[in-house]
């Protein structure tokens, strides 16, 4: 635990006693925190951070470890109730609900690993819950369902723009993301989509997220882990 958290507070000192808190920790370092014990097989847990706070207190309430790849094998589609939020989203009866997704652009390496770019992301998708979740808008109240076997069916989309003219590139950008979040629907599909467009410099990757299943926080700690 102690070499963890010193990769994610790397330019800090401190010790297994130090509180967690007053050497830099927050929130984001505390899931970051969490999902770099995962790789390791500690289950940590967030209220073990902000109820421990050093690594002392904490080591003693994480010693359970378990078979993450088993774990998530054995998870079977269940219906979860709707936060408050998602309650209150539907609620809201907006005309283009399916719409309200948020979009992230970042450029990529010149020699991008497709196909292993597409893995991490179903990597990512098949640990996270939220990133599972589809939600059911035909009954009288909306329901929200967690179903692991949807994580195959995520594909990454390549549009090949290397020979889009330099002021053209933009624009057409732009007419690609707006399609594909606006043929995102409710239903039985992951919240999640991606594209990589190969421009003659280095490709973009854009992916966006249906806001009922991610915030500002997770956005940032989802990029890192990707």
């Known amino acids: 635990l102690l070499s963890i958290l010193k990769g994610i507070l790397s330019d800090r000192q401190f010790n297994i006693d130090s509180d967690f808190f007053k050497i830099g920790g927050d929130s984001i370092k505390a899931l970051k925190f969490i999902s770099k014990a995962k790789e390791k097989n500690i289950n940590l847990k967030i209220d073990h951070i902000f109820n421990c706070r050093s690594i002392r207190k904490i080591a003693m309430n994480t010693t359970k470890e378990m078979d993450?790849?088993?774990?998530?094998?054995?998870l079977s589609s269940k219906e979860i109730p709707l936060a408050p939020m998602q309650r209150w989203f539907f609620q809201q009866t907006f005309k283009h609900a399916h719409y309200w997704n948020l979009l992230m652009s970042v450029e990529l390496p010149k020699k991008v690993d497709i196909a292993a770019l597409e893995k991490s992301f179903q990597s990512i998708i098949s640990v996270n819950e939220s990133l599972m979740t589809w939600f059911d808008v035909?009954?009288?109240?909306?329901?929200?369902?967690?179903?692991?076997?949807?994580?195959?069916?995520?594909?990454?989309?390549?549009?090949?723009?290397?020979?889009?003219?330099?002021?053209?590139?933009?624009?057409?950008?732009?007419?690609?993301?707006?399609?594909?979040?606006?043929?995102?629907?409710?239903?039985?599909?992951?919240?999640?989509?991606?594209?990589?467009?190969?421009?003659?410099?280095k490709p973009i990757l854009t992916f966006f997220i249906h806001h009922l299943v991610v915030d500002g926080v997770s956005w940032r700690v989802l990029l890192e882990e990707l």
């Open 68 to 74: 993450i790849q088993k774990e998530w094998q054995e």
């Open 138 to 201: 035909n009954e009288s109240k909306p329901k929200a369902f967690v179903e692991p076997s949807l994580v195959n069916t995520f594909k990454l989309i390549v549009k090949d723009l290397k020979l889009t003219p330099p002021g053209r590139l933009k624009e057409e950008i732009e007419n690609i993301q707006f399609q594909l979040q606006n043929n995102f629907n409710f239903g039985k599909v992951l919240p999640i989509g991606a594209v990589v467009f190969l421009t003659a410099k």
